[in-house]
Antibody
Framework: QVQLVESGGGVVQPGRSLRLSCAAS????????MYWVRQAPGKGLEWVAV????????NYADAVKGRFTISRDNSKNTLYLQMNSLRAGDTAVYYC??????????????WGQGTLVTVSS | DIQMTQSPSSVSASVGDRVTITCRAS??????LAWYQQKPGKAPKLLIY???SLQSGVPSRFSGSGSGTDFTLTISSLQPEDFATYYC?????????FGQGTKLEIK
């Protein structure tokens, strides 16, 4: 069965960096676009970044553009989110999610359990 | 960016009721719309994609409709496990966006 397991969250000071990982299993990882979506405490869902199946195309929400980098290692079935210059407003649960189809559809059919990132001094 | 607006923000209903949630896009998105259900402390679950297609394994009491800018999610007969928060999401371009959510509570 499809599994997505995020790791790397924690407490970090403003201005510092953190790298999240998402280990995928149960499907052909290298065939699907992948996403990061976040949710601040008590708030709604906010899309963060998307990467194509082969890593050649990436897009970011304006709120993180220039600070966050999405990447993937298809040989390791792992998705990453490098987060630099972190701000208090980046505090959230970060979910990785998988596209529903091989041809990218922007519908997210499987999600990880999430990892909490807290930016605080 | 395309803005998604859901209404109502919250709704109270009873088991067995029919409930409709609305989502409006700031510009036309054809049928590029999904609906998700999220329960407290859990990841979202895809219910509907392409505005009206039921995701595998989702009960048939859930249905979606609409195109262009106006969309609806209908739950035909509420079950206890349906009380949750529901989000719409547009998939029209490379910058997907979510609605602010609708919390469905027990009356």
């Amino acid at each position: 069965q499809v599994q997505l397991v995020e790791s790397g969250g924690g407490v970090v000071q403003p201005g510092r960096s953190l790298r999240l990982s998402c280990a995928a299993s149960g499907f052909t990882f290298s065939s699907y676009g992948m996403y990061w979506v976040r949710q601040a405490p008590g708030k709604g869902l906010e899309w963060v970044a998307v990467i194509s199946y082969d890593g050649s195309n990436k897009n970011y929400a304006d709120a993180v553009k220039g600070r966050f980098t999405i990447s993937r290692d298809n040989s390791k079935n792992t998705l990453y989110l490098q987060m630099n210059s972190l701000r208090a407003g980046d505090t959230a649960v970060y979910y990785c999610a998988k596209d529903r189809v091989v041809i990218q559809s922007y519908y997210l059919d499987y999600w990880g359990q999430g990892t909490l990132v807290t930016v605080s001094s | 960016d395309i803005q998604m607006t859901q209404s109502p923000s919250s709704v109270s209903a009873s088991v067995g009721d029919r409930v409709t949630i609305t989502c409006r896009a700031s510009q036309g998105i054809s049928s590029w719309l999904a609906w998700y259900q999220q329960k407290p402390g859990k990841a979202p679950k895809l219910l509907i994609y392409a505005a009206s297609s039921l995701q595998s394994g989702v009960p048939s009491r859930f249905s979606g409709s609409g195109s262009g800018t106006d969309f609806t999610l209908t739950i035909s007969s509420l079950q206890p496990e349906d009380f949750a928060t529901y989000y719409c999401q547009q998939a029209n371009n490379f910058l997907p966006t979510f609605g602010q959510g609708t919390k469905l509570e027990i009356k």
